[in-house]
């Protein structure tokens, strides 16, 4: 099986930049990566047969890092039980830029307060890049993340999504 990742130009450079990113991708989950810098592409292949599973995850590090996350950050999918949970602005309120960017407003907060808050309430580590919003955790944190900014982008107030937080919190 072979993977086929698309990152933008710009995140690109950040996975190129050390050499130790794509080695160390590669030595974590027995692949081999081939860099398209043209089509901006990056082709994920087993090393070993039936190692699907080892390539995906290699795919999750490389979407992660092309939709913002650091490579520090990115290589917490490699562990068990972590998840990438990558929400479509767009698919909640459309293609407005103005309005792509209000509700980019409302996710962050001041100074990143909101953002921040989720993260830290939930456990995970949330990019937002371009038209999206990206979570990195444990499944069930990432998922409870995911509906806190969900609800954001659907227009509930903050005080709703933090205590949405904290009921979803105390089932975990």
């Given at each position: 099986m072979?993977?086929?990742?698309?990152?933008?130009k710009?995140?690109?450079?950040?996975?190129?930049?050390?050499?130790?990113?794509v080695?160390?991708?590669?030595?974590?989950?027995?692949?081999?990566?081939?860099?398209?810098?043209?089509?901006?592409?990056?082709?994920?292949?087993?090393?070993?047969?039936?190692?699907?599973?080892?390539?995906?995850?290699?795919?999750?590090?490389?979407?992660?890092?092309?939709?913002?996350?650091?490579?520090?950050?990115?290589?917490?999918?490699?562990?068990?039980?972590?998840?990438?949970?990558?929400?479509?602005i767009?698919?909640?309120?459309?293609?407005?830029?103005?309005?792509?960017?209000?509700?980019?407003?409302?996710?962050?907060?001041?100074?990143?307060?909101?953002?921040?808050?989720?993260?830290?309430?939930?456990?995970?580590?949330?990019?937002?890049?371009?038209?999206?919003?990206?979570?990195?955790?444990?499944?069930?944190n990432?998922?409870?993340?995911?509906?806190?900014?969900?609800?954001?982008?659907?227009?509930?107030?903050?005080?709703?999504?933090?205590?949405?937080?904290?009921?979803?919190?105390?089932?975990?």
């Open positions: 072979v993977a086929h990742v698309k990152i933008p710009e995140r690109l450079r950040v996975l190129l930049a050390g050499k130790d990113t080695q160390n991708i590669e030595a974590a989950t027995h692949t081999k990566l081939e860099v398209n810098r043209d089509t901006e592409e990056v082709e994920i292949l087993e090393q070993e047969k039936g190692n699907a599973f080892e390539e995906l995850r290699a795919a999750d590090v490389v979407k992660a890092i092309g939709r913002g996350f650091v490579a520090k950050t990115a290589f917490r999918l490699l562990e068990e039980d972590a998840i990438l949970v990558v929400i479509d767009t698919e909640f309120i459309g293609k407005k830029k103005n309005t792509i960017e209000r509700i980019k407003g409302r996710i962050i907060g001041t100074h990143g307060k909101s953002k921040r808050r989720i993260a830290d309430m939930t456990n995970t580590d949330i990019v937002v890049y371009g038209k999206t919003v990206s979570i990195i955790g444990k499944a069930e990432a998922l409870l993340a995911q509906k806190a900014i969900e609800t954001l982008c659907n227009g509930s107030m903050h005080s709703t999504v933090f205590r949405i937080i904290e009921r979803g919190a105390g089932k975990l």
